[in-house]
């Protein structure tokens, strides 16, 4: 990572670094959306473009930190309007995790109520010394298999 040397560089570093924050802020709001009216599957094909903008951020971004006392001196005002692309990128993250969360999270639910469903109706319905049925014991439940692919 080489250094910065003029006021050019510094702009062109923060340019760079605004670009990057702003084409990946439109991913995940497409992302987010994709998600919340369930299209998984077209969201899951955003992923590559994503993974390699955020590697590209994450390189920019440290060599911007590396240079951060003379970026800070010779482009204060760029250095504010960064501040501002940054406070809305968290936004957006913000809200992207938070659907990415609830998805996971119902998906998991479902998972669990059908994998009940499917021990309940594998197990073989007896009553206890109470004359009560029992329920049945999940674990010694069949497996559940799950095909990760959308």
């Not at 040397?5 to 702003?22: F, G, K, V, Y």
């Not at 049925?133 to 674990?139: D, E, G, L, T």
């Amino acid at each position: 990572m080489k250094p910065i040397a003029t006021a050019a560089e510094a702009e062109s570093l923060i340019d760079e670094l605004t670009a990057l924050i702003e084409k990946l802020s439109s991913l995940l709001q497409q992302e987010t959306a994709l998600v919340r009216t369930g299209r998984v599957r077209s969201a899951v094909a955003i992923e590559p473009v994503k993974k390699e903008l955020a590697g590209r951020l994450y390189t920019v971004s440290e060599r911007a930190k590396a240079n951060a006392k003379l970026i800070a001196r010779v482009a204060p005002a760029r250095c504010a309007a960064l501040d501002k692309v940054q406070e809305a990128f968290r936004a957006v993250l913000q809200k992207n995790l938070i659907v990415l969360a609830t998805a996971h999270g119902v998906s998991e639910q479902i998972v669990r109520r059908l994998s009940g469903e499917l021990a309940k109706k594998a197990s073989p319905c007896v009553y206890g010394a109470s004359g009560r049925a029992v329920a049945p014991n999940p674990k010694h439940g069949r497996p559940l298999a799950v095909s990760r692919t959308l």
